[in-house]
């Protein structure tokens, strides 16, 4: 007995739901690493740092 299309495709779709759930949280946990905190309050700070005057 082979394998049909069906079951392809079911196990395709769960391997990617899996992959991006995992992905997702990788994403997450990056983000709200301590030790980031710094590195992202830094890159947040310096895209105002020139522009929070009125343009002449």
């Given at each position: 007995m082979g394998?049909?299309?069906d079951t392809i495709v079911g196990?395709?779709?769960s391997f990617g739901l899996?992959?991006?759930?995992?992905?997702?949280a990788a994403v997450m946990i990056y983000a709200y690493w301590?030790?980031?905190k710094k590195h992202?309050?830094?890159a947040a700070k310096t895209i105002?740092?020139?522009?929070d005057k009125?343009?002449?």
């Open positions: 394998v049909d299309h196990l395709s779709k899996f992959y991006l759930i995992a992905l997702s301590p030790s980031n992202f309050d830094n105002l740092r020139d522009e009125p343009w002449r």
